[in-house]
Nanobody, 115 residues
Framework: QVQLVESGGGLVQAGGSLRLSCAAS????????MGWYRQAPGKERELVAY???????YYEDSVKGRFTISRDNAKNTVYLQMDVLKPEDTAVYYC?????????WGQGTQVTVSS
């Protein structure tokens, strides 16, 4: 079973930046469309961005121009560069394939943006 381990979250002030990483136990990132998702308290998990096998990207409207998804196939890792962070970006961030595979969800990484 593929394991996805997210890291890089933390507490940052509004306007700051964070870079999230998602390390896969197998060569998942080069074989699948990969996505970053987030779940804020009291809300459903939502897709933030995805990167297709062919390198097409999608961004949710609220993060366009601020977040960048990328991958390093050699390291089996997907990244999410988050700039100009806002308090409404506060959430637990997860990576998974897109569409997501239910039993591939990891623990996520907490991102907290203070105003």
């Amino acid at each position: 079973q593929v394991q996805l381990v997210e890291s890089g979250g933390g507490l940052v002030q509004a306007g700051g930046s964070l870079r999230l990483s998602c390390a896969a136990s197998e060569r998942t990132v080069s074989w699948y469309n990969m996505g970053w998702y987030r779940q804020a308290p009291g809300k459903e998990r939502e897709l933030v961005a995805y990167l297709s096998i062919g390198s097409t990207t999608y961004y949710e409207d609220s993060v366009k121009g601020r977040f960048t998804i990328s991958r390093d196939n050699a390291k089996n890792t997907v990244y999410l560069q988050m700039d100009v962070l806002k308090p409404e970006d506060t959430a637990v961030y997860y990576c998974n394939t897109h569409p997501p595979i239910p039993n591939h969800w990891g623990q996520g990484t907490q991102v907290t943006v203070s105003s």
